[in-house]
């Protein structure tokens, strides 16, 4: 059975960094992209970044990038999420995924992508 579990969220203010990690079970994760999804009060789920397992390829949204900095550790079966010179927009529940690569067509940005979903981690960033 597949777990992805995260951690790592808490209260910070702004200008602080969080590293979360997600920690991942149940199979082999090559083949698969690994993302994370965050969703703030009142808004929809939204893409923040990925990372393919085998190779490594990063995306990230505009919105992040020079400030979050996505990794996998394989030997530990984690991805993790650094996250520097947070701001208070950042706050929200932070979502790992994973999704296996079946076409080289893929959207690593859409929900549609992903087969396992984990229960989240909130990150609050006070301004």
């Known amino acids: 059975q597949v777990q992805l579990i995260e951690s790592g969220g808490g209260l910070v203010q702004a200008g602080d960094s969080l590293r979360l990690a997600c920690a991942a079970s149940?199979?082999?994760?090559?083949?698969?992209?690994m993302t994370w999804f965050r969703q703030a009060p009142g808004k929809e789920r939204e893409f923040v970044a990925a990372?393919?397992?085998?190779?490594?390829?990063?995306v990230y949204a505009d919105f992040v990038k020079g400030r979050f900095t996505i990794s996998r550790a394989i030997a530990e079966n984690t991805v993790n999420l650094q996250m520097n010179n947070l701001k208070s927009e950042d706050t929200a529940v932070y979502y790992c995924?994973?999704?296996?690569?079946?076409?080289?067509?893929?959207?690593?940005?859409?929900?549609?992508?992903?087969?396992?979903w984990g229960q989240g981690t909130q990150v609050t960033v006070s301004s």
């Open positions: 995924a994973a999704g296996r690569i079946t076409s080289v067509f893929y959207n690593a940005r859409t929900e549609q992508m992903y087969n396992y």
């Open positions: 149940g199979r082999t994760f090559y083949g698969y992209i």
């Open positions: 990372i393919t397992w085998g190779e490594g390829r990063v």
